[in-house]
C-alpha cells in the first residue's frame, strides 16, 4: 500500500517520441505536483495542481503537460523528447494548509 | 521569489561523530515551513525534519535537530552519533504559507552529500 507511487521506475526512449508517466496517491490529498531532478541532484518544481488551480513553473517548455483525470492521479506527458529531458521525475503529493509532502520513488528517463 | 543556499557541497565525518549540515535562505515571508529531507542512493526522498517559522523552539526528530535562526534565516541540520545509514544527499527546503502553501511547492537548496567514514 504505497502512498504515493509512479510508474514506471526507469523510462528509456528515443528523441522525439512521447511518452506518459504516471501517478496515483491514495492519501487523500488535495494537490499533487511533478518535480525535475537534473544531473547535479537539483531539484526543481514544474507544476502543482489541485481541483481548481494549475500553476506551472514558467521554465518548463510547453512540451510537458500534467494531465489529471481525477484527484488521485496527476500524469505527466511530455512530447517531442529531448536529450536535455534526461533527468529523475518526482510525483509529490500533500493537503493545503498542511506542512507535509510525500514523494514518490521517482521515474528515471533516458532520452538517447 | 525565495531562494534556498546549501554551501557545502560534500561532508566527511567519522561514524559516531556529530556533523552539522548548513542552509540558509532568502524570503520576505514571516510565516513559513522550513524542512530537510535525505536522499539515500535509493533516490527515495525521505522528510527528516521539519520547523514551522513562527515557533522558537528547534524542531529534534531522535538523532537530528536544528538549529532555527530566524533573523540571520539560517535552519542548520545537526545529525549525532553519525551512522553508515545517514549517509545521503541532504536537501533543506523551503515552503510557503502563502494561499495555503499548497500551490506553491517547494524551494530546494542544490544539497549536501554526507559521507559517513567507518
Known amino acids: 500500500d504505497t502512498a504515493v507511487s509512479q510508474t514506471p521506475k526507469y523510462l528509456v526512449t528515443q528523441m522525439g517520441n512521447d511518452k506518459s508517466i504516471k501517478c496515483e496517491q491514495n492519501l487523500g490529498h488535495d494537490t499533487m505536483y511533478w518535480y525535475k531532478q537534473d544531473s547535479k541532484k537539483f531539484l526543481k518544481i514544474m507544476f502543482s495542481y489541485n481541483n481548481k488551480e494549475l500553476i506551472i513553473n514558467e521554465t518548463v517548455p510547453n512540451r510537458f503537460s500534467p494531465k489529471s483525470p481525477d484527484k488521485a492521479h496527476l500524469n505527466l506527458h511530455i512530447n517531442s523528447l529531448e536529450l536535455g529531458d534526461s533527468a529523475v521525475y518526482f510525483c509529490?503529493?500533500?493537503?493545503?494548509?498542511?506542512?507535509?509532502?510525500?514523494f514518490g520513488s521517482g521515474t528515471r528517463l533516458t532520452v538517447v | 521569489a525565495q531562494t534556498v543556499t546549501q554551501s557545502q557541497p560534500e561532508m566527511s565525518v567519522q561514524e559516531a561523530e556529530t556533523v552539522t549540515l548548513s542552509c540558509t535562505y532568502d524570503?520576505?515571508?514571516?510565516?513559513?515551513?522550513l524542512f530537510w529531507y535525505k536522499q539515500p542512493p535509493s533516490r527515495q526522498m525521505i522528510l527528516v525534519i521539519r520547523?514551522?517559522?513562527?515557533?522558537?523552539q528547534n524542531a529534534t526528530e531522535n538523532r537530528f535537530s536544528v538549529n532555527f535562526q530566524k533573523a540571520a534565516k539560517s535552519f542548520s541540520l545537526k545529525i549525532s552519533d553519525s551512522q553508515l545509514g545517514d549517509a545521503a544527499m541532504y536537501f533543506c527546503?523551503?515552503?510557503?504559507?502563502?494561499?495555503?502553501?499548497?500551490?506553491?511547492?517547494?524551494?530546494f537548496g542544490k544539497g549536501t552529500h554526507l559521507i559517513i567514514q567507518p
Open positions: 509529490a503529493s500533500s493537503l493545503i494548509g498542511a506542512e507535509g509532502y510525500t
Open positions: 524570503t520576505s515571508e514571516s510565516d513559513y515551513y
Open positions: 520547523q514551522e517559522a513562527y515557533k522558537q
Open positions: 527546503a523551503y515552503r510557503s504559507t502563502r494561499s495555503g502553501g499548497g500551490a506553491d511547492g517547494l524551494t
